[in-house]
């Protein structure tokens, strides 16, 4: 992988190119067809997998993983293996129930529907309303712009540079954003699934170089959760694909 910091900087999806996935990770003997648990087809960077699974870790859940690498190969995810079970070639999928869900908020709401403890979503509809709102404002709105798939588009000159600024775009928003939903965590004082996509994000910022002195309500709310259990055992340098000079 080496140090660059646009290197598998992409959460959810890479170049084009065919690539046989590991379906047996390492520790993780389990094929696909054979485990009764749930199954996260994930790469350690992933934003979008960090998001699954931390609700996985929060709600107690356990759970095999199958790495998917999004830069050996030319991209793993994009095999005809992976392709069947997602479509769009892209990180998190998750075997769950005799299904494959993909997209990493159906399968957070999905586990909070089928496994509600601890509540990853108020039951105020108000305040559910601004979990959702703050979900997507990252998920769908800063996200996918600074997505490897993207910056390869811009041209490498020009990557960091993109990257930054659209972060710095997203992040004036949410700012404000936050600062009216925000308690302790970034609605209220209870972790939710806007808490899941929040640190993702700030790690890819951080990733990028963006100067997070002007949003102290994110550095403020990330702190907090990155000193929770789920965030520290689901972090990217905690998982069976991180390579050996990135692991904690």
């Given amino acids: ?19 046989a996935i590991p379906w047996e990770a390492k520790g993780h003997h389990t094929t ?30 356990d759970y095999e993983t199958i790495p998917v690498n999004l830069i050996k190969d ?5 095999s005809e293996e ?13 075997k769950i129930d005799g299904i494959t869900i993909s997209q990493s908020l159906a ?15 108020p039951k105020d509809p108000k305040k559910r309303a601004q979990v959702r709102m703050i979900s997507d404002t990252i998920a769908s709105g800063i996200q996918p712009l600074q997505n490897l798939s993207v910056l390869k588009q811009v041209g490498q000159e020009n990557q960091l540079a993109w990257a930054q600024k659209v972060i710095h775009t997203g992040f ?3 700012e404000q954003i936050l600062r009216n ?4 965590y970034c609605v209220g004082d209870e972790v939710s699934m806007a808490d899941l996509c929040l640190v ?3 790690a890819n910022a951080e990733r990028f170089k963006v100067d997070l002195t002007p949003y102290p309500t994110i550095s403020r709310i990330n702190k907090t959760l990155l000193a929770l259990e789920a965030f520290q055992v689901s972090h990217p340098c905690r998982q069976p694909d991180t390579p050996p000079e990135l692991r904690a």
Avoid: D
Avoid at 2 to 10: K, W
Avoid at 107 to 121: A, Q, S, Y
């Fill in 1 to 19: 992988m080496g140090s660059h910091p646009l290197q598998g900087s992409s959460p959810c999806s890479a170049s084009s190119g065919r690539g």
């Fill in 82 to 94: 992976f392709q069947a079970l997602n479509p769009m070639k892209q990180v998190p999928a998750l």
């Fill in 172 to 174: 004036n928003a949410l």
């Fill in 32 to 61: 696909m067809t054979e485990s009764s648990k749930p199954i996260l087809y994930s790469y350690f960077r992933s934003s979008c997998s960090w998001r699954v699974r931390i609700a996985l870790a929060l709600k107690g859940i």
């Fill in 200 to 202: 993702p994000q700030v």
């Fill in 181 to 184: 939903t925000a308690g302790k």
């Fill in 74 to 78: 030319q991209g793993q995810q994009f």
């Fill in 107 to 121: 399968i957070i709401e999905f586990l909070e529907e089928t496994r509600p403890t601890p509540r990853l979503l």
